[in-house]
């Protein structure tokens, strides 16, 4: 149980260009998912936190403009990375949560390339 | 952003061997939870952990809980090759909107 999947797992795109990372709950529904970057060898950096039908939570920083986050049904959150840059070029990772629960469950990561 | 200091952030170890690392924060955490993350995948939960001072196992793995909330350690029995990974640590901050504080990681590498 508890499985999250990423689709799609890797993607190189042109500069200027925008991407969108799909993230579903396959066996649980999602009351709240969060999406993460990770850079080479580093830590995950918290982006956003989606809950279910209401307005993404960004974190300081983050540009909620360029990184889109829909969170449009229970099994389902996408990204969408707006006018990509070649400093976009990140592993991101999103996880999610069901409702009264603590643990937080994470995809396999999208790779992507921004040339 | 806030973050825990995880140490050590890398180990050599010999097969066989046991393993211990660690994470403390400033802050008071109601959840500590433990990942282990391999290259190019996402990190996938080990251990989680409730209450202060609870102990839990899974297999070879073993997570406490910090009596004060601030830390917790992870040990791992008689280490075999599949081991190796980055495991981080992440707390749940008390009142926060679920989210995660994760440490720097411990980068394990097993020499056969």
């Known amino acids: 149980g508890a499985v999250v999947s990423q689709h799609p797992s890797w993607v190189i795109c042109k500069s200027g260009t925008s991407v969108k990372i799909e993230c579903r709950s396959l066996d649980f529904q999602a009351t709240t998912m969060f999406w993460y970057r990770q850079f080479p060898k580093q830590s995950l950096m918290l982006m956003a936190t989606s809950n279910e039908g209401s307005k993404a939570t960004y974190e300081q920083g983050v540009e909620k403009d360029k990184f889109l986050i829909n969170h449009a049904s229970l099994t389902l959150s996408t990204l969408t990375v707006t006018s990509a840059h070649p400093e976009d070029s990140s592993f991101y990772i999103c996880s999610a949560r069901a409702g009264g629960q603590y643990e937080q469950y994470f995809g396999p990561g999208t790779r992507l390339t921004v040339t | 952003g806030q973050q825990l200091n995880q140490s050590p952030q890398s180990m050599f170890i010999q097969e066989g061997e046991d393993v211990s690392m660690n994470c403390t924060s400033s802050s008071i955490f109601n959840t500590w939870l433990w990942y282990k993350q391999d290259p190019g995948e996402g990190p996938v939960l080990l251990i989680a952990?409730?209450?202060?001072?609870e102990l839990t196992s899974n297999g070879r793995l073993t997570a406490q809980f910090g009596i004060t909330r601030k830390d917790s350690f992870l040990n791992i029995s008689a280490s075999i090759p599949s081991d190796v990974g980055i495991y981080f640590c992440a707390g749940q901050l008390i009142g926060g909107a679920q989210k995660l504080v994760f440490g720097q990681g411990t980068r394990l590498t097993i020499n056969p």
């Open positions: 952990l409730y209450k202060a001072g």
